[in-house]
């Protein structure tokens, strides 16, 4: 048994540590979270030539062969930096179904160009009455000769607005939540009938709803078999939840260090907060979730990426865990920041919106507890 | 033992709950119910309307021109207020400067201030907290320096809610240095914002708004018939304005309205999905957030019956203040949740009144929550945090 | 409004304190909790003599038709003074039954020595398998000419092994959790037929564990209409959780006392330890979470005794309540007290075991709190 | 990284298991299924049993005859031992005297004292808390003063478990008044428990069982050698055996033992009722707790990692010790909940295996639910109380 990190993944965590330090300090972050795109291309460029959006492909699809626990470690990294390049979207969301369902020509069409940072993609799965239910698909393609036609709408794609391809979930066949009868397809963003409207999202990314008007693709569009798409999601979904969780235990890691430094710095009544116990013993609480909580992170990394039969139920344990326990050490470290801890120009509250838009994503922590009770 | 409103409580309270069915201006319950932010003159307006309708005071003393209500009609017609989707209160003047005006001020400043603040003329502003001073409000670093018949006032206050629409602030400020103890010497101060050598510079919260302010004065000069009471007094001045304040500190009546929006919420279904009603887990949490309310209520109607019966509310009303603001942020909670991935979106302006309805991302009340949980963290912050309510509570009540 | 007692509250209230002050101090208490009996046989004979017995009746029913909010400042001093004498059984169970479904004849055999103190009694409505779903009864009643045969198994009977008069629901039609179909009976405990095998519970109090084996009573046992025996036990599970919530009340008051004032007594580290501000700030909460307990209670009963359409939501509100906050509390006290908490010796254990006992009956938390989401 | 056990360590996981299915007595592990507290000779049986396996030192190094596991492999044993339905090991000699011995003691001290804890023939017992030295620990005041060849002792120690069946005990007493600092003057001391002068008092835990006592010391001569390592020294001594103690401290091994069965338990219908399994409230909160329990699980581990690594397990090990016991309680409570009115019946006789099984109340093992929910609330006050611990952490790890 051995928990420490091996020489690839302390190369990463190494490297992403000086990317931080050295070009990504707050400021910088904000800016980019404020820009159009919400991100800067620039850095994107720079993630691709680090070899960082090959990390959990093939080599013989262009990656590196990375393993989950690489992953795992490379998110707690953008966790702690609080990065807001699309790597979600289009390395695990949209790659991940790529790199499971497309065939060779529409990995090189599509995955090739994600992996070299020169195409953005999304994945549309999501729709306005679905919530987390990923079964719960209301837009429809209908086969029409060789090709298909789509209608329907897609809510909070992530990186929708950035995207130049999109990866759709449709219904070939069956009722609005049937497990059957869910079909991908690869998009290109600008195909006719299709509307995307784009925002930025509460934590600084960007996400788009799309609305789907006859939209006609190729019979080349589809991915992987027809009516076989929810097993493909399911498995990306546990990818995402996994990559999530790590960045909210970087992101946690982060807030309860710098609620530490803060009290220690903060002089009340002529003496630093952290000589409260009452505050002492809720930052030893935050201290203890993140370690339970990284440990958690540990074990359901390494029983998915054993592909062990329990790996469902650890995914939706950590998932559970994360938005538990990070919606506590979140709000345990604003409480503590006092005023500043609410003030947009202080980074703890956009680690804040990050750690609870985290929660919302992919099913919440209640969603997976009812998994798991069952 | 009677737990009832009496007969003509509940007249009371129909005679309120017609006022504002016939007189809240529609456009402004609307922006209530969009979510859209209400301006300075939204405010102005309702407390206009108040003002003509005679309840401009409504917890005030008749004989300064308030209604004179009992602390039961208080509770009554803010539980109303809400219900009704009206604005809130300006506090700043109504609840927090005047009581100190009309309690402590001469003769020459209730004419002078009073007036104004029932009419809705006069914007206030407080300033209390500084950048170093926080739940250690009396170590406040602010001076004021008599020079002839002006006090030269330095310093920086921070976190003044709407100081940008303010026309007078009232500031906490230290006259004398050379104290026993450090609440003394601190006196209560009004001043002009117009007056030269005072900045407001912005302070913008976590989701983004723009509510509060740092104000920075540089060798402002108040006239000495600004200073309220005693010099050197203000400290008490202070706390018994915080007393004041802690009528309606459970903000139970904006809690009851906002929990039932969400059980009206939850049974909506969308698109043919199943409503959230009949997801059991999240009832539960539902459930148990209105119980907690029901509690917090009728823990208000005992403080507020001591009160009727003649006691002044203790420090033990600490615990509404502490408790008030969980409920409200668990309320928060409980509509971030409800949200699902539609709590992501940050899109502010869709909320006016302006923008196109079929352009708008997310569907009902919803669409805020992310923005209401995050600016709300600020509840069990500011007034006082509720570490700051604990300790108080410890000492005062238990004695510890 | 008011929420000061009126006079009969104020009097029944100093009158219980005197007796607890002058009669029932801790030892005494263990003493008769630790008897045969589990309670003093004298303390129920004053108890009537003092008219306490006769509350909740009316005055035709040889009662003085007390209110349910007199019922609680009763039960609530009750709960301060630890009392083991058996109030629940007999006046609010047995007496609650009686009170609405007994005929004139059967409460001038029944209903007045109970009120008397003359005779002891128990309702008997649990079973091995019902928890806490008042409708699963599986003890059959089967007419038998002018006679009903009574079959089965009643558990957790609260003051069974004393009782001379048993009241059992007993299902005399439909499956064994249908809502209709459940008759009550007034059984005399010594009947043939019946087994009892009594015990203490972990509160001091005294059950028993009744087997009912082919035993015959008379027409004239049957309480109320056949088959509609629901309604009354839904009736007096309310008055019975208004009783120990109030109870409970009175408990968690005491407990938060008796913190308090062993932390300003406890020295360590040179200092009380009522001094350490982690330890405030729970004792805050435990008195925040009394007050609020109460005021709660005030509304349920209020509520209740009006007969309002939100009764049961009230009655369920108030058993959650006290069931999640009486945990919180009785587990702050126990563990502030240290190990004098554990003791034995030392009241504070038995307050917490009353506690924890209030939580286990007549639908726990979670009970309640499923029934408030429905 | 890699968070699997080696294949060596899962053929040791296979001996350990096959050892106790085979070895165990099987009235032992009758008693523990029942809820049967085990007497003396039970505890002396099952260490005897493992001597001659030579396990009898499984926590201790080669030299002092034990077996010199590596921390993963301890961590095996106890898991499977708990599985096994096996009793614990008695830790006052193997993991509490024990190692102060072989570690501070000179080498007549450790062949008198340490073959007799090996092989199960001296049974000790723990001389720390006084009546009034609980978490202040260093304010004890048992005193041992030097006369001759022997100290001689006065004081009373307290919360002394199993006290009643000790031989011998291991107490710290103040050998110096005269100090800089209160943990210095401290002495560790051995004293034969039939020394005269040394009284045991029963202490009847709030469950009414007897498992611990207080020991009084009035003028109990001990002979100087019987002094461990130098004198004023004890404090530090003590100290390096609660780090011995830490390890295991999360008692993981035990609570997903006892998870199971809870979760066995919830499969069963009784007389035609639905399981509680079917309960989804009941079943979110088990789920929960499994959660906890992993999460505990993992962090032991990557603590044993680290001891394996080279590195002693440091104060943040403490939060093992708060979480651990929280999590235990959490399933003491699951277990009370499970249990509904039966967790009322107080028969503690019922549980021993004489008693006729169809005279026992309540089914299962729920039937004892509240005795060891009450019994185990001490869990979160022995052995440093979790507020002690949370000082710990917050000093020595977080630098507060």
């Given at each position: 048994?051995?928990?420490?990190?091996?020489?690839?993944?302390?190369?990463?965590?190494?490297?992403?540590?000086?990317?931080?330090?050295?070009?990504?300090?707050?400021?910088?972050?904000?800016?980019?979270?404020?820009?159009?795109?919400?991100?800067?291309?620039?850095?994107?460029?720079?993630?691709?030539?680090?070899?960082?959006?090959?990390?959990?492909?093939?080599?013989?699809?262009?990656?590196?062969?990375?393993?989950?626990?690489?992953?795992?470690?490379?998110?707690?990294?953008?966790?702690?930096?609080?990065?807001?390049?699309?790597?979600?979207?289009?390395?695990?969301?949209?790659?991940?179904?790529?790199?499971?369902?497309?065939?060779?020509?529409?990995?090189?069409?599509?995955?090739?160009?994600?992996?070299?940072?020169?195409?953005?993609?999304?994945?549309?799965?999501?729709?306005?009455?679905?919530?987390?239910?990923?079964?719960?698909?209301?837009?429809?393609?209908?086969?029409?000769?060789?090709?298909?036609?789509?209608?329907?709408?897609?809510?909070?794609?992530?990186?929708?607005?950035?995207?130049?391809?999109?990866?759709?979930?449709?219904?070939?066949?069956?009722?609005?939540?049937?497990?059957?009868?869910?079909?991908?397809?690869?998009?290109?963003?600008?195909?006719?009938?299709?509307?995307?409207?784009?925002?930025?999202?509460?934590?600084?990314?960007?996400?788009?709803?799309?609305?789907?008007?006859?939209?006609?693709?190729?019979?080349?569009?589809?991915?992987?078999?027809?009516?076989?798409?929810?097993?493909?999601?399911?498995?990306?979904?546990?990818?995402?939840?996994?990559?999530?969780?790590?960045?909210?235990?970087?992101?946690?890691?982060?807030?309860?260090?710098?609620?530490?430094?803060?009290?220690?710095?903060?002089?009340?009544?002529?003496?630093?907060?952290?000589?409260?116990?009452?505050?002492?013993?809720?930052?030893?609480?935050?201290?203890?979730?993140?370690?339970?909580?990284?440990?958690?992170?540990?074990?359901?990394?390494?029983?998915?990426?054993?592909?062990?039969?329990?790996?469902?139920?650890?995914?939706?344990?950590?998932?559970?865990?994360?938005?538990?326990?990070?919606?506590?050490?979140?709000?345990?470290?604003?409480?503590?920041?006092?005023g500043?801890?609410?003030s947009w120009e202080?980074?703890?509250?956009?680690?804040?919106?990050?750690?609870?838009?985290?929660?919302?994503?992919?099913?919440?922590?209640?969603?997976?507890?009812?998994?798991?009770?069952? | 033992?009677?737990?009832?409103?009496?007969?003509?409580?509940?007249?009371?309270?129909?005679?309120?709950?017609?006022?504002?069915?016939?007189?809240?201006?529609?456009?402004?319950?609307?922006?209530?119910?969009?979510?859209?932010p209400?301006e300075k003159?939204?405010f102005?307006?309702?407390?206009?309307?108040?003002?003509?309708?005679?309840?401009?005071?409504?917890?005030?003393?008749?004989?300064?021109?308030?209604?004179?209500?009992?602390?039961?009609?208080?509770?009554?017609?803010?539980?109303?207020?809400?219900?009704?989707?009206?604005?809130?209160?300006i506090?700043f003047g109504?609840?927090m400067v005047?009581?100190?005006?009309?309690?402590?001020?001469?003769?020459?400043?209730?004419?002078?201030?009073?007036?104004?603040?029932?009419?809705?003329?006069v914007w206030w502003c407080q300033g209390y907290s500084e950048p170093?001073?926080?739940?250690?409000?009396?170590?406040l670093?602010t001076?004021?320096?008599?020079?002839?018949?002006?006090?030269?006032v330095n310093g920086t206050k921070s976190w003044t809610t709407l100081g940008q629409y303010a026309d007078w602030i009232f500031i906490l400020a230290?006259?004398?240095?050379?104290?026993?103890?450090?609440?003394?010497?601190?006196?209560?101060l009004l001043a002009d914002m117009s007056t030269p050598g005072i900045t407001v510079t912005p302070v913008i919260t976590?989701?983004?708004e723009h509510e509060v302010n740092e104000v920075h004065f540089e060798d402002v000069k108040v006239?000495?018939?600004?200073?309220?009471?005693?010099?050197?007094?203000?400290?008490?001045?202070?706390?018994?304005?915080?007393?004041?304040?802690?009528?309606?500190?459970?903000?139970?009546?904006?809690?009851?309205?906002?929990?039932?929006?969400?059980?009206?919420?939850?049974?909506?279904?969308?698109?043919?999905?199943?409503?959230?009603?009949?997801?059991?887990?999240?009832?539960?949490?539902?459930?148990?957030?209105?119980?907690?309310?029901?509690?917090?209520?009728?823990?208000?109607?005992?403080?507020?019956?001591?009160?009727?019966?003649?006691?002044?509310?203790?420090?033990?009303?600490?615990?509404?203040?502490?408790?008030?603001?969980?409920?409200?942020?668990?309320?928060?909670?409980?509509?971030?949740?409800?949200?699902?991935?539609?709590?992501?979106?940050?899109?502010?302006?869709?909320?006016?009144?302006?923008?196109?309805?079929?352009?708008?991302?997310?569907?009902?009340?919803?669409?805020?929550?992310?923005?209401?949980?995050?600016?709300?963290?600020?509840?069990?912050?500011y007034?006082?945090?509720?570490?700051?309510?604990?300790?108080?509570?410890?000492?005062?009540?238990?004695?510890?």
């Open positions: 048994m051995d928990f420490s990190l091996n020489e690839m993944q302390a190369m990463l965590v190494d490297s992403i540590e000086k990317f931080v330090a050295n070009d990504y300090d707050f400021e910088t972050r904000q800016t980019y979270a404020g820009s159009e795109q919400g991100f800067s291309p620039e850095v994107w460029k720079t993630f691709a030539e680090l070899g960082w959006t090959a990390i959990p492909f093939s080599e013989e699809d262009g990656g590196i062969g990375g393993t989950p626990l690489d992953l795992m470690v490379v998110m707690q990294q953008f966790g702690r930096g609080l990065v807001v390049e699309p790597y979600l979207a289009n390395i695990i969301l949209a790659g991940g179904v790529l790199r499971r369902a497309a065939s060779d020509e529409q990995k090189e069409s599509w995955l090739q160009p994600i992996i070299a940072g020169e195409r953005q993609a999304a994945l549309a799965f999501v729709e306005p009455q679905s919530r987390y239910d990923i079964a719960d698909v209301a837009l429809t393609a209908t086969a029409d000769g060789d090709h298909w036609v789509l209608n329907g709408k897609k809510g909070v794609v992530l990186n929708g607005g950035n995207a130049d391809l999109l990866v759709v979930s449709a219904r070939t066949a069956g009722d609005q939540t049937d497990a059957g009868g869910i079909t991908l397809f690869a998009v290109a963003a600008d195909a006719d009938g299709i509307t995307r409207k784009s925002y930025p999202t509460v934590d600084g990314h960007q996400a788009a709803e799309i609305e789907f008007k006859d939209v006609k693709v190729d019979g080349d569009a589809l991915l992987g078999e027809i009516g076989q798409g929810l097993t493909v999601l399911d498995a990306v979904m546990g990818d995402a939840v996994l990559a999530v969780c790590a960045e909210a235990v970087g992101i946690m890691q982060v807030m309860t260090e710098k609620t530490i430094e803060y009290t220690k710095d903060r002089v009340q009544f002529g003496v630093p907060i952290s000589s409260f116990q009452a505050l002492q013993h809720r930052m030893v609480d935050m201290f203890t979730d993140c370690e339970l909580s990284y440990s958690l992170l540990l074990w359901a990394t390494m029983l998915a990426s054993e592909g062990d039969e329990k790996a469902d139920r650890a995914i939706s344990s950590i998932k559970y865990q994360i938005g538990e326990i990070g919606r506590k050490v979140g709000q345990e470290a604003v409480q503590l920041h006092g500043m801890g609410v202080l980074d703890i509250a956009h680690y804040f919106k990050r750690l609870t838009a985290i929660d919302q994503m992919f099913g919440n922590a209640d969603w997976h507890l009812d998994k798991l009770a069952c | 033992m009677d737990v009832t409103f009496s007969d003509k409580d509940i007249e009371f309270r129909e005679e309120v709950r017609a006022f504002f069915r016939d007189k809240l201006p529609q456009d402004i319950a609307a922006k209530q119910i969009r979510g859209e209400l003159d939204d102005i307006r309702f407390q206009k309307l108040l003002f003509e309708h005679g309840w401009g005071g409504y917890n005030w003393p008749v004989e300064f021109g308030g209604t004179g209500w009992s602390a039961v009609q208080k509770y009554i017609f803010e539980t109303e207020m809400a219900a009704a989707n009206a604005p809130g209160i506090a109504l609840k005047g009581p100190v005006i009309y309690t402590f001020g001469n003769d020459e400043q209730k004419q002078r201030f009073l007036p104004d603040i029932l009419e809705g003329n170093g001073s926080g739940s250690d409000l009396a170590s670093r001076r004021a320096e008599l020079v002839g018949d002006h006090y030269i230290r006259t004398n240095t050379d104290v026993a103890r450090r609440q003394e010497g601190i006196s209560f976590i989701e983004g006239p000495a018939e600004n200073l309220v009471g005693e010099e050197g007094k203000g400290w008490t001045y202070g706390k018994v304005l915080l007393q004041h304040e802690r009528t309606n500190l459970a903000g139970v009546g904006r809690s009851k309205h906002r929990l039932r929006n969400l059980q009206a919420q939850t049974g909506r279904a969308v698109r043919g999905a199943r409503p959230l009603a009949e997801d059991h887990s999240f009832m539960r949490k539902v459930a148990a957030v209105a119980v907690e309310l029901k509690a917090l209520e009728y823990t208000e109607l005992r403080t507020l019956a001591a009160v009727a019966a003649g006691n002044a509310p203790g420090p033990e009303s600490s615990i509404l203040k502490f408790r008030g603001t969980e409920v409200e942020q668990a309320i928060d909670t409980l509509f971030l949740e409800a949200a699902g991935y539609y709590a992501l979106p940050y899109v502010p302006e869709q909320f006016t009144l302006e923008f196109p309805e079929e352009d708008r991302v997310g569907e009902g009340p919803e669409a805020r929550s992310s923005l209401q949980y995050f600016n709300n963290r600020k509840a069990s912050i007034g006082g945090s509720n570490e700051i309510q604990k300790n108080i509570v410890a000492k005062h009540v238990l004695g510890l």
